[in-house]
């Protein structure tokens, strides 16, 4: 035994133990780490022939659109009597939206191109058996309320008596009130506007009609002898592709991934004031919103392109969560999403003072206080905010009944997990609103409210499945484990060694 145990064997013991107690700390917080970051890029980033390639092409699991209806419950008393219109949610109406992405193509600079193709499918199981596509609601006329609106924009008055004619042959005399409409035709089926074999609708209507041909929520129909158009809220989604993308697949710099590097054949749009001061608003940056980089930080700064709006969103780290047993970190935009970026809003570039939208006292405005209008995007007269004008002027608020802006329900923000990047939760929520005032051009109109009117709110959202969650698992989190129980095994065991080595040693030198 004391031969075993000499002096200079115990000493190489020791020194050997603590070698491996170095080496399996610097395995398990330099080393391992790197080689997981490795695992991780090669995992995520867009190969060609990879399961995340064919994940890609198609979303393994559905994004939700989620609409609620604003139904006013004294409609007659706003529209003929000026009442503050009383709103009542009507919804949510569920559909699964399946995202596809078609004729991808491999760039020479590693970007790749798709055109984004959008189906949608109503779920009666998640929509609730008190809500139905079949349903009716009664509210007030967006599209005959827009018309109103382009007629005075474009100093157009001189038809307003023939578009009021054709729009209440359409409606039966009834023109700017949807009495128990069916919600399928607002949202999808269309309602029929532009009649062009009615003799009411030839003569002034029809210079106005063809204009709305270029507008995304309007249809052309020719089906035989019948010619007219259709406005709807969504079907544009299904009918028309979502753009051209062209987006870095992360090959180079996996920091980069899924970052749109081209819309449409231009990394910037044509919408927005460029003349204005800060003329960013018409440059594209950000992912869809369904692609992120890996290795998250409380300190990343994300930006998400929405095309419904035709404009990017930046979202900034807010606190770290957990969904299904995994840590994220969630991003939120800023509450002054839809304020103006400099002291004098009409120098903001989503100022739209020349080809905007009219306010509710028929006067040029910038609005940007929590509201921003979207005509130079749609084409209409439509202002996008908050759902409930969340974190807009209270302004909004004090003409209208049964609104409850509630940030748990109606914010914006993504939760992503913090290694891979992949969206655990997802909600994008946006209002859209038209204006509502007197036009001394429409008689049905005379005695209108004046007031900026929600039609609708939706809610693009994602709550990742439990077989996204099994995914997951299996691409990291189930490899994450064991290097964890093993790198603590591995210098539990060689600290024991070390320790056991210095005792011997000690007990050998106290023998002397």
Known sequence: MHHLFTRTRLITFAASSFSIFLFSIVLAFVILPVIIDNQIDKNIRLERGTEQWHRFKQLPFN??????????????????????????????????????????SYND???ITYDRKIELHFNQT???????????????NPIYVALMQVLKDRSLDLFAPWVDNCINKLFNNSAYILKDYPVRNLMFDGMKICDFNLAE???????????FAITKTIEEVKDGKEHYMKFSLFNYKQIISDGVYEVNSGMIDISKIGEIEQWN?????????ENLMNNTCNQIKGSDGTLFPPHLSEDSS?????????????????????????????????????????DDPTKDCYCSLKKGTLDENGQKSCFLDGVIDIYPCLGLPVLVSQPHFL????????????????????????LLDKYTGIPLQAHERVQLNIILRPSESFDSSKNFARTILPLVWIDMGLDLPDSGIDLLNSLLYDTLTL?????????GISLCLTIFACILLELHLYSK
Request: proline letters at 4%; glycine letters at 4%.
């Open 63 to 104: 994004v939700s659109l989620n609409v609620t209806l604003f139904a006013v419950d004294n409609v007659e008393a706003v529209m003929k009597h000026g009442a503050k219109p009383i709103l009542r949610e009507q919804g949510p109406y569920v559909f699964d939206q399946v995202l596809v992405r078609k004729d991808l």
């Open 265 to 273: 054949y231009s990394n910037y749009t044509s919408l927005w004031d």
């Open 201 to 211: 609708c030839n003569f002034g209507f029809f210079p106005l009609c063809s204009r």
């Open 483 to 491: 290097v964890n129980i093993s790198k603590w095994l591995f210098i």
């Open 109 to 111: 600079n590693n970007s």
């Open 391 to 414: 974190n807009a002027d209270k302004k909004y608020l004090q003409n209208l009944e049964g609104l409850h802006p509630d940030p748990e329900k109606h914010e914006i923000y993504v």
């Open 126 to 140: 998640r929509s609730g058996n008190d809500v139905s596509i079949d349903d009716k609601i009664t509210t007030i």
């Open 302 to 342: 994300l930006s998400i392109f929405s095309t419904d709006i035709c404009r990017s969103v930046s979202i900034v780290y807010n606190r770290t969560d957990t969904y299904k047993g995994i840590e994220g970190y969630v991003y939120k935009t800023d509450p002054n999403l839809f304020y103006s970026s400099v």
